[in-house]
């Protein structure tokens, strides 16, 4: 079993950064694909960004160019810049070859 926990996250004006990190309980350098996903409010969780252990990166369209993910051998992070009112949510990350979550962190964007 994999355990994850984000941090990070907190309220930032708009336009500004944040950087999130989601802490593995073990090591996720061989075949392990990680995902941010996050959940607005009154919405559904929708996925963001993910990247694999060859560091192959990819996006979601409301993200990319603002977004960036990368990883280390335990620990995926998440800088996200230019942020927007819409980035309002709750921040999950998610191994999907451990079928695990992390309990989430609030990024909270101010107009």
């Known amino acids: 079993q994999l355990h994850l926990v984000e941090s990070g996250g907190g309220l930032v004006q708009a336009g500004g950064s944040l950087r999130l990190s989601c802490a593995a309980s073990g090591n996720i350098e061989n075949g392990v694909a990680v995902a941010w996903y996050r959940q607005p409010p009154g919405k559904q969780r929708e996925w963001v960004a993910g990247i694999t252990s060859g560091r192959s990166e990819t996006y979601a369209h409301a993200v990319k160019g603002r977004f960036s993910i990368s990883r280390d051998n335990v620990t995926v992070y998440l800088q996200m810049n230019s942020l927007k009112p819409e980035d309002t949510a709750v921040y999950y990350c998610?191994?999907?070859?451990?079928?695990?979550w992390g309990p989430g962190t609030q990024v909270t964007v101010s107009s």
């Open positions: 998610h191994a999907p070859t451990f079928n695990s």
